[in-house]
C-alpha cells in the first residue's frame, strides 16, 4: 500500500511540474514575470484590509 501511494505522489509531482514547463514555456516572459509579481500584489494589498488602521 505504500508503494501505491508513493507511485501515485510521484505522478502527481510529475503532471504538476509537467504542467508547469508548459505554462512557462508556451508563455511570454512579460506574462511570467507577471504571475510571479502576484503574491508580492497581494502582500502590498493586504495593508489596505488591515482593519486596525482605524
Known amino acids: ?3 501505491f501511494i508513493f507511485a501515485g505522489d510521484m505522478l502527481v509531482m510529475a503532471f504538476m511540474a509537467a ?3 508548459w ?3 508556451g508563455g511570454s ?3 511570467a514575470d507577471e504571475a ?3 503574491p508580492l ?3 502590498l494589498d493586504s495593508s489596505k484590509d ?3 488602521d482605524g
Open 1 to 3: 500500500m505504500t508503494w
Open 19 to 21: 504542467l508547469a514547463v
Open 23 to 25: 505554462v512557462l514555456w
Open 29 to 31: 516572459k512579460e506574462a
Open 36 to 38: 510571479a509579481r502576484i
Open 41 to 43: 500584489k497581494d502582500e
Open 50 to 52: 488591515d482593519p486596525s
